[in-house]
């Protein structure tokens, strides 16, 4: 018999990111998947273009962002995997969580939206592989250009 998920799943009303501050959330009133904390994120702009409500204003609320550092702190959580997709907040997401990354060295997939060359350094100078979502392995920052899909997958090395 499956487990109840609501043993396993708790919801912390949180964003999180590089610093433990709260923030503008910019919410995308058309689809709702270009929320994020970058005030003129692309997307939002684009879909709007696209959609038969034109006009429509982006929403803002303030949220309680935390460095997931300091959320995992003083648990004994260690994440094996984590999922980023956060419309442009990729790397302050993992700028607040290098200590984790680097301890517990967990695998990511992460839809990446900007700061691509920082994302590609970091995890390569820490020891991870990198893969596009067809399996393809990224070397550097040019093979990632060349190679890049909407999702990219980080694994530590000793981890294949």
């Given at each position: 018999m499956p487990t109840k998920l609501s043993k396993g799943v708790?919801?912390?009303?949180?964003?999180?990111g590089d610093?433990?501050?709260?923030?503008?959330?910019?919410?995308?009133?058309?689809?709702?998947?270009?929320?994020s904390f970058v005030k003129d994120f692309d997307g939002f702009?684009?879909?709007?273009?696209?959609?038969a409500e034109e006009n429509a204003e982006l929403m803002i609320v303030a949220v309680p962002v935390i460095?997931?550092?300091?959320?995992?702190?003083n648990t004994t959580v260690h994440p094996n995997f984590i999922k980023i997709d956060v419309e442009g907040f990729e790397y302050n997401v993992i700028?607040?969580?290098?200590?984790?990354?680097?301890?517990?060295k967990p695998s990511f997939m992460i839809e990446i939206q900007k700061d691509e060359n920082?994302?590609?350094s970091y995890f390569l100078s820490v020891g991870y592989n990198i893969f596009n979502?067809?399996?393809?392995k990224i070397s550097d920052f040019?093979?990632?250009?060349?190679?890049?899909?909407?999702?990219?997958?980080?694994?530590?090395?000793?981890?294949?």
């Open positions: 708790s919801i912390i009303e949180k964003g999180v610093q433990n501050i709260t923030l503008d959330f910019f919410i995308d009133p058309i689809t709702g998947q270009n929320n702009f684009e879909n709007r273009k696209h959609s460095r997931l550092d300091d959320f995992l702190q700028l607040g969580a290098k200590n984790t990354i680097e301890k517990c920082e994302i590609i979502d067809q399996w393809v040019d093979e990632y250009l060349k190679f890049k899909t909407p999702n990219i997958f980080f694994i530590y090395k000793s981890a294949l």
